[in-house]
């Protein structure tokens, strides 16, 4: 009998502990939000079909987002380096961060922290190599809690926002403050991202009033450019990286010091009742619109290809090992 009450007891100083967990409301959002967060996106497609519609107004800024998950038990469970490039050039980086999420508990939000490197140079590239990023300690990122982003869940995704006005910097005219709205789904990752003068609440700068970024996830491929020679030997040049939302990537034929670019998009097209979302690539010589050879496929292809004449390109989608079993193709 005294064995049983020891046993009883034990598992009860035991509950205490495990129910802090297992009664968290937000334990399975914080999984999936992390999840979805983790990626690449582009807003490609969003400026394609602003210069086409004839809409007006300014054209949309083109943005690419990395979000990769990083490993700094110090910082939290769930953390992020983020890396962010306009205009297609991956050379013009604009914004590094450091990005934590937690729970909020019983209050139902999820939280976002956005460090700030205080030395951002010295981590540009993290998300292709982690390794920049160890050894960082907490003074060497700089957390505002006033411009942290708190996320529910609204249906099938996640609304973030910061607290209203909360977020405020700079001096004199020029004092401001930030709104940086997020809703994020399996697949789409659409941003305010604004600040507002204190003194009027008239814009200042970032996306304009009315607007949001709207980037899609995109996919990553890896294509093989091959030059076919007039004696039957072929120059192959491999594994160039793309990602499937307007991303490209070039190749220099050695034999005449001709450039090639493939380029890849993955569409949403809404002019189409039937089979409306395809993917589209297109082989061109550098520096010109008109292709030479082009293909569409579905968009969940996993492998792809198109010759003209002398050049062909053949690309395959990030995690395809070609060895799939057949039940999985």
């Not at 064995?3 to 034990?10: K, N, P, Y």
């Not at 409301?25 to 690449?40: H, K, Q, S, V």
């Not at 979000?67 to 983020?82: A, I, K, M, Q, S």
């Not at 290809?305 to 002398?310: C, D, K, L, N, V």
Request: with cysteine.
């Amino acid at each position: 009998m005294p064995r049983i009450a020891t046993l009883l007891l034990s598992g009860l100083t035991l509950l205490p502990a495990y129910a802090d967990d297992a009664y968290d409301p937000n334990t399975r959002d914080l999984l999936m939000i992390a999840e979805w967060f983790e990626g690449e996106f582009n807003n490609e497609e969003q400026v394609w079909f602003h210069r086409r519609s004839g809409a007006g107004g300014d054209e949309p800024t083109r943005l690419h987002v990395t979000n990769r998950r990083v490993d700094l038990d110090e910082f939290g469970e769930h953390v992020f380096y983020v890396e962010e490039y306009r205009d297609h050039d991956p050379d013009e980086v604009y914004r590094q961060r450091l990005v934590i999420f937690s729970s909020e508990g019983a209050n139902g939000s999820i939280r976002m922290r956005q460090g700030f490197f205080r030395n951002p140079k010295s981590v540009l590239g993290a998300h292709a190599d982690a390794a920049l990023l160890e050894g960082l300690t907490e003074d060497d990122v700089l957390f505002l809690d006033e411009c942290d982003v708190f996320f529910r869940r609204v249906a099938d995704q996640y609304h973030g926002s910061m607290k209203s006005k909360t977020c405020v910097f700079g001096e004199g005219d020029e004092r401001r403050y930030s709104v940086h709205e997020i809703i994020l789904s399996e697949s789409k990752f659409w941003r305010i991202d604004a600040t507002y003068l204190t003194a009027d609440d008239s814009f200042f700068r970032g996306t304009p009033p009315g607007t949001q970024s709207q980037l899609r996830r995109a996919k990553v491929f890896y294509c093989s450019f091959y030059f076919y020679g007039t004696n039957g030997e072929t120059e192959t040049v491999s594994e160039l990286r793309v990602h499937g939302q307007g991303g490209t990537t070039t190749a220099v034929r050695s034999a005449d010091g001709t450039t090639f670019e493939i380029l890849i998009r993955e569409k949403e097209y809404p002019y189409y009742a039937t089979r409306p979302d395809f993917l589209y690539y297109s082989i061109r010589r550098f520096g010109e619109n008109r292709s030479i050879a082009f293909g569409v496929t579905d968009p969940d292809a996993r492998q792809f290809g198109t010759r003209a004449g002398e050049v062909g390109a053949f690309c395959y989608r990030e995690g395809y090992t070609f060895r799939e079993p057949v039940e999985m193709l």
